[in-house]
């Protein structure tokens, strides 16, 4: 007897043990379990994915990631029977680079009232973004009685990130004016490059760790313009980012009056641009349709 005994309770520890082993943590902690709505249970090895390896899965979209700051992506598919989505989990190195990712992707914003954080919603896919995390949801079965289960594997998911916090960045963007959701966030050439195109490179010298700020404007003076602006950690290096933009302007955009801190220039469109640099500052105003005085 005192062996069985023994035996069932070295079963018991090791089972214990065992399931204690398994338990996930990190970011696999964070990804829903089996039965999360209902019947739908993990389909296949949650996979990871670090900056090494980001363009094995991601094919042609992996600069945009890396450049804002990229730590792990985790990657779980769930199935229902014939209906499978798989949800995407992408850790950033802080709240500015995932918001600077969702901007760049979301589009126009279509929001599902399941969900409280910021996000965009439809039949194929929820896109969002809390603290340093951005989440994608694919309906990779497709078809529209599969969409319904979406915003609730992106809640699950988004109930166990950490508390959102403000991006600082963009209240350096001015308010009047503003065109609503055309606030982007840059951290490099990959980014600059959506908006337009100053220079081969790293025209602006952010290194990917300078953040800029875009959006779009239109007042009675000026009409619809793009505004970037960059806050350098020093004068002294706002002004060398401003100097080698300077010489190192796109050979499409001809330079119309250069200063010391401005350049006007004219852009293939036969629109203008400004580029100025004022203390730890340089801005950009692209797109305008007269040459500024």
């Known amino acids: 007897m005192r062996y069985g005994v023994l035996a069932a ?25 089996d039965g999360f709505a209902g019947a739908w249970k993990k389909a296949g090895p949650m996979k990871t994915f670090t900056s090494a390896d980001l363009y094995g899965y991601i094919d042609g979209g992996a ?3 890396l450049e804002n700051g990229f730590e792990q992506l985790t990657v779980q598919k ?32 279509t929001p599902d009232p399941a969900l409280k954080e910021r996000h965009t919603a439809n039949r194929h896919q929820v896109l969002l973004q809390r603290h340093r995390y951005y989440l994608m949801v694919n309906n990779t079965a497709g078809g529209a009685a599969n969409a319904t289960i979406l915003p609730k594997a992106a809640q699950a998911v988004a109930a166990q990130l950490p508390a959102d916090v403000p991006v600082a960045a963009l209240n350096l963007l001015p308010k009047p004016g503003r065109t609503t959701a055309s606030e982007r966030l840059i951290r490099g050439p990959v980014g600059l490059q959506a908006i337009f195109t100053l220079g081969d490179g790293d025209i602006l010298q952010q290194n990917n760790k300078v953040t800029a ?22 004068p002294a290096a706002a002004a060398a980012a401003f100097t080698y933009a300077k010489g190192h302007l796109d050979s499409y955009l001809k330079a119309r009056t ?15 641009g400004i580029l100025t640099v004022t203390g730890a500052r340089v801005e950009a105003r692209l797109h305008l349709a007269k040459a500024p005085q």
């Open 9 to 33: 309770v070295t079963a018991v520890v090791l089972a214990s043990g065992m399931a204690h082993a398994q338990k996930p943590s990190g970011d696999a902690a964070m990804m829903p379990g």
């Open 63 to 65: 600069e945009a990631f």
């Open 78 to 109: 769930y199935r229902d029977g014939a209906n499978e989505i798989s949800v995407e989990l992408y850790r950033m190195t802080d709240p500015t680079a995932a918001r600077g990712i969702y901007l760049a992707r979301c589009g126009k914003e």
């Open 213 to 234: 700020v875009a959006a779009d404007y239109t007042d009675a003076a000026a009409g619809a313009y793009t505004l970037i602006i960059v806050d350098y950690p020093t």
């Open 258 to 272: 250069t200063t010391a801190a401005k350049l006007v220039f004219e852009d293939y469109e036969k629109k203008f």
